[in-house]
């Protein structure tokens, strides 16, 4: 089963050097969760061959420009492309505002129902929920309200060993025995055990998404353990009293948040329009956490079951 | 001195094919004027090279999406990249309101001075005037209150034949002549005929830019003469009534507004994503008006003085 990353932008707010204005899309099995919306963002969909309207739901981080402006456009592409499943967006206070007044002006009422739900809220929340997902969002410290999420698979039935089950075996029993249950008999015996007859589930694999940010260790409890942790890593080490002053986190203070939360790989991106070759921001933090890779247009990071 | 125009974008509403949202840049010597500006905008005008803070004014025709949504992205883009001169948009009613709520939410003061000046009426109007330009606008008919533009290069002075006019000739005398009055003593005489001493002037160029508009004769009147016109061409003559359902033209009646209107030269663009190929347009115009041409991404139209 799939769980990949795509990388749609890597930019910060210029979009220079063929880096995009940030986006991701997260593919968990069958949902598609497109997280930020820069502009440009559909058109990265269609030179992917991602069909924008497999999306799900969208999580918006903060309302700076290189974070959304492709929204309305995308929205409308859906639309026009006769969308009907609904549409689940998640952003900060603000964005319904301004996507219902552009949608007034174009005098489009829309084919498909467009949820939009409010973050809010200073600690980790938890803001969806499928029988088989969870996303979080948690607070962000940046210049406008701005949060982080994380998308965790649910733990997975324990595995039926085939070579091991009964041949004449009830459903029930089955389902039992996923759920990691010994099988009984009416007395309530054991007549078989879990363990003799399943494997461990396979593993729940999960996301951090790490949008803008000064360096901000509090995160650090909030995405603990995750498999791939993106963080944002505007600018260099020599950059770091800039990065502090815009509300921005260099790739060492990215590598440092990753270590602290025994991430399992990082992923930094967000790179200032400053810099035309972005290699040096991998020398730096693999200094400190030695399993960081650039995010860059088109690369896909994907974690294994 | 330059007279031309860049297609910047040359789709309608969904993106596809590599054909961006609308979006002209053109240039009249030193002035820039930005006409339209899909979502991309911005990327399209670095991909050639075209520095985005020599834009002097932008004319947005309505507020459907895909003639817009890169605007609020390139205002921040100027911001970000240091831009201090004022930037004119002339948008209709609502455009104002869309930036200012973007700008409120990402807490963002530009630098700039950012006039909005709101296009109002139903007839030709003058907007915008330079030393050496006009520009007009005049009412489209489309689904949304719609405008077209006009840009004009005023009338020129004569030019002064250097082989022809004494050596010993005074400033004021050079100002009569180009302005083709003839030179006279003090009593009044002749002494000078002008067209002794000047060449004609050189031509006074024109642009007239027709966006999304159902196919409408009323608006010839505007336009007459002009040397480059661009009308928009959604479809094909096979789909007449789509075409005027959704308040769009075809190739052919595009060419019949040009043939009547007596341009030099059509621009036909905003082609519909049903058609992959787009080469039948041209063939299907250059029937009632062989001087057509296809707006494609990157083409220049240059007009010689």
Tied chains: 1, 2.
């Excluded at 974070?67 to 998640?90: A, D, V």
């Excluded at 803008?212 to 995750?226: C, L, M, Q, W």
């Excluded at 890779?293 to 294994?304: D, I, P, Q, R, S």
Aim: charged fraction near 25%; proline fraction near 4%.
């Amino acid at each position: 089963m799939t769980f990949c990353l795509k990388i749609l932008g890597s930019g910060s707010s210029v979009p220079v050097y063929g880096r995009l204005h940030t986006a991701h899309l997260l593919t968990i099995n069958n949902t598609r969760y497109l997280i930020d919306c820069g502009e440009g963002t559909q058109l990265s969909l269609m030179k992917y061959h991602l069909k924008q309207n497999r999306i799900n739901a969208i999580f918006i981080s903060h309302l700076h420009g290189d974070h959304y402006l492709g929204l309305t456009g995308l929205i409308s592409s859906m639309h026009l492309l006769g969308r009907h499943k609904p549409l689940i967006i998640f952003a900060p206070p603000g964005l319904s505002e301004i996507i219902s007044i552009q949608l007034k002006y174009s005098n489009t009422v829309i084919s498909f129902d467009l949820r939009l739900i409010v973050l809010t809220g200073n600690r980790l929340h938890l803001i969806h929920e499928t029988p088989t997902q969870t996303v979080h969002s948690f607070p962000l410290d940046h210049r406008v309200p701005c949060w982080g999420f994380i998308f965790r698979e649910k733990p997975k039935s324990r595995r039926i060993n085939k070579e091991k089950i009964p041949e004449k075996i009830l459903i029930r029993d089955i389902i039992r025995l996923k759920s990691g249950k010994d099988l009984t008999d009416h007395s309530g015996r054991v007549i078989y055990k879990n363990k003799d007859l399943t494997f461990p589930p396979k593993k729940s694999r999960s996301y951090a998404y790490c949008s803008d940010t000064v360096y901000d260790p509090r995160i650090i409890s909030y995405i603990n353990g995750v498999d791939l942790l993106y963080h944002e890593s505007t600018f260099l080490k020599e950059k770091e009293d800039i990065a502090s002053k815009t509300y921005h986190t260099t790739s060492e203070q990215a590598a440092m948040i990753a270590k602290a939360a025994n991430a399992k790989k990082l992923i930094i991106g967000h790179y200032s329009a400053r810099y035309k070759d972005i290699s040096e921001f991998r020398s730096e933090a693999v200094k400190t956490f030695g399993e960081t890779e650039l995010a860059l247009e088109g690369k896909t990071f994907c974690v294994e079951e």
